[in-house]
């Protein structure tokens, strides 16, 4: 039978409750249990799909093609489980379904209504696509008291009832602040919002709190009092030095033996080992390099989300700190800022939509190309390195992206047909915007020989999309001839995938996002070589 545990957050947003989920799948999964990881976000977007980066972080590709929130990446990284469609869900999803049946007739004139038909999608949705896992963690965005989280509370609280106390379990995520003033953590806030969670229904089972201070046994005992859970329940969750410190801090205090207890299961003590050399590594680098990061989103560290992991994952498995400069690619639009680019062991032009500043991450990626400094294009990265090379190397001047507008030559278009698994896709110009894009794993083949299938030591692989765009290989007779090679193409040989500069020490563009798929445990083979090659680079400067 599996379980579900309902993880709420209260007091203030910001408080980790990803992570916090991310680690106690980890932590049960250590324990020898399979779980799956679940997001359901109360906001009216279908998905985040078209959301500004600046206002929800980047969007997390899966392998059968959604757009989801990042907190999935968390999840993915943390318990190497690979997210679905159906780990995912908004009210604006829930809704639209909804609404579709009742136009088709499906509820036979019954009147639709939050309940019982929003929140029975929800709970189906809670239910649904599982197979044989132990536990589905089930985060709920948003902070409790939201009047757009509502309709998910009295989901979660049905499903106390339909399941039954012992398949269900409710862990509340709080804030207790320290008042510098007072001297003193304060413990109300806690109360009230669990106060807010008994108005709806629910009475929190486990208790954590985050704190920048420890948690005086006083203090604890005083939560759980008021709180109605027992002591063991409150669990302090303090500040810790890296976010792959998080699982074993947990565990320290106790957390998954509190889910074992309420669950009322026998389970071996979990295996951290792996968890805590990470630590190791992280905390003792034997070296640092310095990578920046040219892009557009660079005021918010969320937009980027899975690139600085696995930047971070590239300096794990060569034992390195990955020092990341963000720049905002507008300022390479001026020649005389270039020097920024000095010193440097690794440019990375990363993934991103639209013309304000592709001028200045084409400039970085020559800079890159001529310097001879390690260059990684992903996705637009690699759209703006073949631009440079189709001006610079193959002499086409008036070569451009048609994301830009129509232009000469247009190296860079829009493919309006494509193949995924048998099924012919179509797009058009100047359609919808929402889950318009090439989404999801496909197929590609690396060319015998190349960096990259040495890189990857094989010849086949799968990785995840999510653009518009492709390289147009009415130009790749023309580029190669220049130097640079397309190392990766899609099986029929008709989408580039990846280019690479064989003269060079390190310069490979990628028209997919590796950084969703690479893990603490398993660094991308791509964010692994990137970083070797950064190191190669600081030990000539
Ligand atoms: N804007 C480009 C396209 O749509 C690149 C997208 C991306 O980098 N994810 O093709």
Same mark, same amino acid.
């Given at each position: 039978?599996?379980?579900?545990?309902?993880?709420?957050?209260?007091?203030?947003?910001?408080?980790?409750?990803?992570?916090?989920?991310? !680690?106690?799948?980890?932590?049960?999964?250590?324990?020898?249990?399979?779980?799956?990881?679940?997001?359901?976000?109360?906001?009216?977007?279908?998905?985040?799909?078209?959301?500004?980066?600046?206002?929800? +972080? &980047?969007? @997390?590709?899966?392998?059968?093609?959604?757009?989801?929130?990042?907190?999935?990446?968390? @999840?993915? %990284?943390?318990?190497?489980?690979?997210?679905?469609? !159906?780990?995912?869900?908004?009210?604006?999803?829930?809704?639209?379904?909804?609404?579709?049946?009742?136009?088709?007739?499906?509820?036979?004139?019954?009147?639709?209504? *939050?309940?019982?038909?929003?929140?029975?999608?929800?709970?189906?949705?809670?239910?649904?696509?599982?197979?044989?896992?132990?536990?589905?963690?089930?985060?709920?965005?948003?902070?409790?008291?939201?009047?757009? +989280?509502?309709?998910?509370?009295?989901?979660?609280?049905?499903? %106390?009832?339909?399941?039954?106390?012992?398949?269900?379990?409710?862990?509340?995520?709080?804030? /207790?602040?320290?008042?510098? $003033?007072?001297?003193?953590? #304060?413990?109300?806030? $806690?109360?009230?919002?669990?106060?807010?969670?008994?108005?709806?229904?629910?009475?929190?089972? *486990?208790?954590?709190?985050?704190?920048?201070?420890?948690?005086?046994?006083?203090?604890?005992? #005083?939560?759980?009092?008021?709180?109605?859970?027992?002591?063991?329940?409150?669990?302090?969750?303090?500040? /810790?030095?890296?976010?792959?410190?998080?699982?074993?801090?947990?565990?320290?205090?106790?957390?998954?033996?509190?889910?074992?207890?309420?669950?009322?299961?026998?389970?071996?003590?979990?295996?951290?080992?792996? =968890?805590?050399?990470?630590?190791?590594?992280?905390?003792?680098?034997?070296? &640092?390099?310095?990578?920046?990061? *040219?892009?557009? @989103?660079?005021?918010?560290?969320?937009?980027?989300?899975?690139?600085?992991?696995?930047?971070?994952?590239?300096?794990?498995?060569?034992?390195?700190?990955?020092?990341?400069? =963000?720049?905002?690619?507008?300022?390479?639009?001026?020649?005389?800022?270039?020097?920024?680019?000095?010193?440097?062991?690794?440019?990375?032009?990363?993934?991103?939509?639209?013309?304000?500043?592709?001028?200045?991450?084409?400039?970085?990626?020559?800079?890159?190309?001529?310097?001879?400094?390690? @260059?990684?294009?992903?996705?637009?990265?690699?759209?703006?390195?073949?631009?440079?090379?189709? %001006?610079?190397?193959?002499?086409?001047?008036?070569?451009?992206?048609?994301?830009?507008?129509?232009?000469?030559?247009?190296?860079?278009?829009?493919?309006?047909?494509?193949?995924?698994?048998?099924?012919?896709?179509? %797009? &058009? !110009?100047?359609?919808?915007?929402?889950?318009?894009?090439?989404?999801?794993?496909?197929?590609?083949?690396?060319?015998?020989?190349?960096?990259?299938?040495?890189?990857?030591?094989?010849?086949?692989?799968?990785?995840?999309?999510?653009?518009?765009?492709?390289?147009?290989?009415?130009?790749?007779?023309?580029?190669?001839?220049?130097?640079?090679?397309?190392?990766?193409?899609?099986?029929? +040989?008709?989408?580039?995938?990846?280019?690479?500069?064989?003269?060079?020490?390190?310069?490979?563009?990628?028209?997919?996002?590796?950084?969703?798929? !690479?893990?603490?445990?398993?660094?991308?083979?791509?964010?692994?070589?990137?970083?070797?090659?950064?190191?190669?680079?600081?030990?000539?400067?």
């Amino acid at each position: 039978m599996t379980r579900f545990i309902f993880i709420t957050g209260g007091v203030v947003s910001s408080l980790g409750k990803g992570l916090a989920s991310a !680690s106690l799948g980890a932590l049960l999964q250590a324990r020898g249990f399979k779980v799956r990881l679940r997001k359901l976000d109360p906001y009216i977007n279908v998905d985040p799909g078209t959301m500004s980066p600046y206002q929800h +972080g &980047e969007v @997390y590709v899966t392998d059968d093609g959604a757009e989801t929130d990042l907190d999935l990446g968390h @999840y993915e %990284r943390f318990t190497g489980v690979a997210s679905r469609q !159906s780990d995912n869900v908004t009210t604006g999803r829930i809704y639209s379904d909804v609404i579709a049946k009742e136009r088709r007739g499906d509820y036979l004139g019954a009147t639709i209504q *939050v309940i019982p038909h929003i929140t029975d999608a929800l709970k189906s949705f809670v239910t649904s696509d599982i197979t044989d896992e132990d536990f589905v963690l089930c985060e709920i965005g948003g902070t409790v008291g939201d009047i757009e +989280g509502l309709p998910f509370l009295e989901a979660i609280r049905q499903l %106390r009832n339909d399941l039954g106390r012992d398949n269900t379990m409710y862990l509340h995520l709080t804030l /207790v602040p320290y008042i510098p $003033t007072a001297g003193e953590l #304060k413990t109300k806030p $806690t109360q009230h919002s669990v106060k807010e969670l008994l108005s709806v229904g629910i009475q929190p089972d *486990v208790l954590l709190c985050r704190s920048e201070r420890e948690i005086p046994v006083a203090e604890r005992r #005083k939560i759980a009092q008021f709180c109605n859970v027992h002591e063991d329940a409150v669990i302090q969750a303090l500040d /810790v030095p890296t976010i792959y410190n998080v699982p074993v801090a947990y565990h320290e205090e106790g957390l998954d033996e509190q889910v074992c207890r309420h669950f009322n299961i026998d389970s071996k003590k979990p295996d951290l080992s792996a =968890w805590k050399n990470i630590c190791e590594t992280v905390t003792k680098p034997e070296g &640092e390099v310095s990578i920046a990061i *040219v892009g557009k @989103y660079t005021g918010l560290r969320d937009a980027y989300k899975s690139l600085s992991e696995a930047l971070d994952h590239g300096g794990i498995a060569n034992k390195v700190n990955v020092g990341m400069h =963000w720049m905002d690619s507008e300022i390479f639009e001026t020649d005389d800022a270039l020097h920024h680019l000095e010193g440097v062991h690794g440019i990375l032009v990363p993934g991103g939509f639209g013309e304000r500043g592709s001028e200045g991450k084409i400039a970085a990626a020559r800079f890159a190309r001529e310097r001879k400094i390690p @260059y990684f294009g992903i996705c637009f990265g690699m759209q703006m390195a073949v631009v440079e090379a189709a %001006r610079n190397m193959a002499g086409l001047h008036k070569a451009g992206s048609t994301e830009f507008g129509p232009c000469e030559h247009p190296v860079v278009g829009l493919m309006t047909e494509w193949m995924q698994g048998g099924d012919l896709q179509k %797009r &058009e !110009s100047g359609g919808n915007m929402g889950g318009t894009m090439r989404l999801g794993a496909y197929p590609c083949v690396l060319e015998k020989g190349s960096r990259v299938s040495e890189i990857y030591a094989d010849s086949k692989i799968s990785e995840r999309h999510r653009h518009r765009y492709e390289v147009n290989t009415g130009y790749r007779d023309q580029l190669e001839a220049a130097g640079m090679k397309f190392s990766g193409m899609s099986p029929d +040989g008709v989408l580039p995938e990846i280019v690479e500069i064989p003269d060079h020490p390190w310069f490979v563009g990628v028209q997919f996002h590796p950084e969703l798929k !690479s893990k603490p445990f398993e660094p991308h083979p791509l964010f692994t070589s990137f970083i070797a090659g950064a190191v190669n680079q600081s030990r000539l400067v």
